[in-house]
């Protein structure tokens, strides 16, 4: 037996932050759940008692807000091969955010930040850009994490707090 595991697009990762395509709520309910680690049964559990299925999960692949990163099968009979194939497929998923530069990064949290605040926060996040503006270093974009985090949960919920710290982790260079 397999079961698919699907994570967010670059398409998917930008309707969370700003919603662009203006998908419909219920649909984007589901966009945000999915992370990249449950399997699409485990996600349609959590979200059935909302009216979802299968199909919505199929149109939100069809749009191309997700794609099917790999199909986990649950009887496995050498999960060390399965295990070593899982340690050489995720370095060149993360690998990006960890080659980059120092003048790399720190462009990349300005623009992440700036962006986020902005669709996500707005006018209320005034404050907190000018401390984005402030900030000298990647140490400066660590420090504004938290009441960044806080921020965004205050004015978006949890899940888009989740999100986008996920992504805000990323870049930091946090596992």
């Known amino acids: 037996m397999t079961a698919s595991i699907y994570d967010k697009t670059e398409k998917g990762r930008e309707e969370i932050t700003t919603r ?3 998908l419909a709520p219920r649909l984007r309910t589901l966009l945000v759940m999915i992370d990249g680690k449950q399997t699409a049964a485990e996600i ?6 909302l009216g979802l299925t299968q199909e919505n999960l199929q149109e939100l692949l069809e749009q191309e807000f997700i794609v099917e990163t790999s199909v986990q099968t649950d009887l496995q009979t050498d999960t060390s091969t399965t295990a070593a194939e899982a340690e050489a497929n995720e370095p060149s998923s993360v690998s990006p955010e960890l080659s ?3 003048a790399e990064r720190f462009q990349a949290l300005y623009s992440f930040y700036n962006e986020t605040i902005k669709s996500a926060i707005g006018l209320r996040g005034y ?3 000018l401390k984005v503006e402030r900030a000298a270093n990647i140490e400066d974009f660590r420090a504004l994490r938290q009441v960044y985090v806080e921020a965004v949960q205050k004015a978006k919920g949890p899940e888009m707090a989740r999100s986008l710290s996920d992504r805000l982790d990323l870049l930091l260079g946090k596992s």
Do not use: E, I, R
């Open 20 to 22: 662009k395509y203006q």
């Open 44 to 49: 349609m559990k959590k979200v059935s008692a």
């Open 100 to 102: 980059m530069t120092d």
């Open 127 to 129: 404050g907190l850009q």
